[in-house]
Each structure stands twice: as C-alpha cells, then as structure tokens.
C-alpha cells in the first residue's frame, strides 16, 4: 500500500509542479492545490498506515492493548487541510482582482500593475 502511495505522491507533486510553470494564473492555483495535497497524502503515508483503534487508554490501564492509530499525522493533516484552504481562497480573490485589473490571466502579460 505504501508503494501505491509512493507513486500516487510522486505523480501529485509532479503534476503539482507541472501546473505551477504554466502561464495561466488559474493553473497556477490548481498546480498549488495539487502540491498541498501530495504534501498532506506524504504526512500521513509517513505516519505508517496501521490499521488500528482510536489512541486512547481504557481506564486504569498505563498503555493501550494493541496497535493503535497514531493521532499526531492526522492533526497534522488536519491543520494543513485548514492552512491549504485558506490560501487557495486568498489567491483565488488575489487572482480575482489581478484579473480585474489588467484583464487577462496570462503571467507574460501581468509585467506592469499600469492600466492606463
């Protein structure tokens, strides 16, 4: 499985990076979309894909009986998702209003903030 993921990453990243050194503006988002979730896929695929119970300790035990789901990746994961989504929206309205302005998505054609 952690092979599958491997090649499923990579292709992610790649394809994230393809679509950042592209012209248009709009790839460049979706190349950013792409990048955060190679990089959210590579957290929890390092975490160790185990299957397992919920991280917590019945009562009156020190540890708990047999393998568990590490908690930390998936916080992790989580916080990232929230950071991702925040910036994908930010630069959708920045590209928004970039587009408003000079009239084209084209990055060749955003050389000057001029529009006169």
Do not use: H, W
Request: net charge neutral.
């Amino acid at each position: 499985m952690e092979t599958f993921l491997a090649f499923i990453i990579g292709g992610l990243y790649a394809a994230g990076l393809y679509m950042m050194m592209r012209r248009s503006i709009v790839k460049l988002i979706i190349g950013l979309a792409l990048l955060g979730q190679a990089a959210n896929l590579l957290i929890f695929t390092l975490g160790r894909l185990t299957r397992g119970r919920p991280a917590l300790i019945p009562f009156g035990e020190l540890r708990p009986d047999g393998p568990i789901a590490d908690p930390l990746p998936q916080a992790l994961i989580l916080t990232a998702i929230v950071i991702g989504f925040g910036v994908q929206a930010f630069a959708v309205v920045l590209i928004k209003r970039a587009y408003q302005t000079v009239g084209t998505d084209d990055l060749d054609d955003m050389k000057s903030t001029d529009t006169g």
